[in-house]
Antibody, heavy 119, light 105 residues
Framework: EVQLVESGGGLVKPGGSLRLSCEAS????????MTWVRQAPGKGLEWVSS????????YYADSVKGRFTISRDNAKNSLYLRMNSLRAEDTAMYSCARVRHGYYFIDIWGQGTMVTVSS | EVVMTQSPATLSVSPGERAILSCRASQSVNSNLAWYQQKPGQAPRLLIY???TRSTGIPARFSGSGSGTEFTLAISSLQSEDFAVYFC????????FGQGTKLDI
């Protein structure tokens, strides 16, 4: 079964850091572009960052550029999101997602891990 | 940024009826539009990509249409398991998403 399972969310103070992980199974992880998407409470979905299969290409939303770092370990079938200088507006459910091979749409989503930034 | 606007926010229908959900883009996204279904506590499920292509395993009662800026997801003969939130996603220029339409009984 194709699956993405996120972990690492929690409560953190403004200015703090957190590292999210996403473990993939059921497919050849190293062949796919992977993405992080978030959804703040009561708000719509927001694309956060994407990374190509071999990490040659990395993209960030302007709202997180310079603060978040996406990475992956293909040997461990894992995707990561390092989040620094966290702000209240970063409070959201963070989901990792797979981009369909050869296309640009998301075809598999994880259930997400909640990040709350509050003092 | 391409802004995606879905309507209505909530659609109340009865099992067996047909539902029409709309998604509008602030600029042309060609046919680079996907639809997803999300139930509480579950990950979203891909229904449609390329505006009109059903994903593997998606029943034929789900159909997508449109191109450019206007898109529609139609669900014929609603089943109880179809009551969920549906959202659109444009991937023509970056990734942006609609706010979702909740299909309610």
């Amino acid at each position: 079964e194709v699956q993405l399972v996120e972990s690492g969310g929690g409560l953190v103070k403004p200015g703090g850091s957190l590292r999210l992980s996403c473990e993939a199974s059921g497919f050849t992880f190293s062949s796919y572009v992977m993405t992080w998407v978030r959804q703040a409470p009561g708000k719509g979905l927001e694309w956060v960052s994407s990374i190509s299969s071999s990490t040659n290409y990395i993209y960030y939303a302007d709202s997180v550029k310079g603060r978040f770092t996406i990475s992956r370990d293909n040997a461990k079938n894992s995707l990561y999101l390092r989040m620094n200088s966290l702000r209240a507006e970063d409070t959201a459910m963070y989901s990792c997602a797979r981009v369909r091979h050869g296309y640009y749409f998301i075809d598999i989503w994880g259930q997400g891990t909640m990040v709350t930034v509050s003092s | 940024e391409v802004v995606m606007t879905q309507s209505p926010a909530t659609l109340s229908v009865s099992p067996g009826e047909r539902a029409i959900l709309s998604c509008r883009a602030s600029q042309s996204v060609n046919s680079n539009l996907a639809w997803y279904q999300q139930k509480p506590g579950q990950a979203p499920r891909l229904l449609i990509y390329g505006a009109s292509t059903r994903s593997t395993g998606i029943p034929a009662r789900f159909s997508g249409s449109g191109s450019g800026t206007e898109f529609t997801l139609a669900i014929s003969s609603l089943q109880s398991e179809d009551f969920a939130v549906y959202f659109c996603h444009q991937y023509n220029e970056g990734h942006t998403f609609g706010q979702g339409t909740k299909l309610d009984i």
